[in-house]
């Protein structure tokens, strides 16, 4: 990768310095405009020909995609474009699908030869064979020898009568997607996660909307930074003696697995931790983490297993920002501060083992990476002062994701 400005790595560290829009919008629309270049490259080594691809409005619209380009669809093409030959085909009309989402308009016809799921905002769909795309004015339909699907924009929003769902929370007016059930992108849930009964939904979805309704009472900074980058939220239910289960993933950009219905803080903690998630993935675009041949395990005390020193890292900037969240909590006299206080003194031992095992470590990090975690540190020693966290770690008191 090339060298980046390590003053460029600030904003991306915690939420009190992301205050300029612009710079992620500019990093989201080269991330869009990388696949695109990677798309058109791929299909000139083939005999496909595909018309949309040469539309001036398509380079337009991908230059000024902006934050909307971290989105789980775009994510999808990228990884297709990964797979043998055929999956070209379902790249390309991936990417058209996503194009239409954004306001292209057109045609396109082709044939998958093979069975791929494909992504419309939020509506996941098994295609194959011969599909039939019109989008224009806010519709699109999308037609094959198995279905008849007419998607049509009401506001912000993307609807199918074929497939109705109409679930999303809202953080400061912006709409997000939400997904329970088999609804739920498979790459996201695991074996061991139990997916949200239908029955569960109403209850789920409230809670999220209170966990977000907490974050932008109390801060300001984090709730742009959970709004900004994150566009779809996959709910899982809780399982026993292990409420915390989140998850993002770097294919799965603006996407992100949490629990409901749990308590209020611990949702927005999960939020605030999976959104956190979503700028080490996008700065990982510029500039690699670990330097070459110091790549080494330690034990993380909060996942109780070893864990590759980037591993350490990317866990210590979403929990460091947790903390900081905590604290302007605790600053306007939130009726949730007892329980934030007793949270951040379950995590503090373990966090704390985080940021030691990177000081005795920051040799094995680019500058790029040291820049981007010791402001961090910095602002966590000065919350270990003031709140008198404990700092000897009693792993059977954290538990993050892992049933106890």
Known sequence: ??????????????????NDDQVFADLCSIYVGAIYER??????????????LADPLVSELVDSIGTKGWSPEFGHVNKLLRREEPSILSACTQFFLVLVSHGYSG??????????TLYFNKYRMNCHGKLLLKAGDGTLNLRSADYNYDFEKKGSLWTCPEIPDDKFVIIDEKKIYVSTGYEIDPELLYYSEQALSYADAPAALSRLQEAFNCISNSSKDYRNWTKRLLHHVGLVAPVQNCNLVSKSLPSRPGAILATSPIGVTDLAEQLVHECSHQYYHLAALMIDFVREGEDASFYSPLMKRERSIERILVGFHAFANVFLFFDEMLEKKSEYEQVVLERMKDLAPANWQLVSTL????FRLTDQANALWHPLEKDLLDLYRKYELPQEVDVSKVTWGIPT
Do not use: C, G
Not at 4 to 16: E, H, K, T
Not at 107 to 116: A, K, N, V
């Open 1 to 18: 990768m090339t060298s980046v400005d390590i003053n460029l790595l600030l904003p991306f560290s915690r939420a009190s310095l992301a």
């Open 39 to 52: 798309l058109q490259e791929a299909i000139s080594k083939t005999t496909y020909e595909f018309a949309y």
């Open 107 to 116: 045609e396109m016809e082709i044939e998958l030869p093979i069975q791929d």
């Open 359 to 362: 000081i005795e470590n920051s």
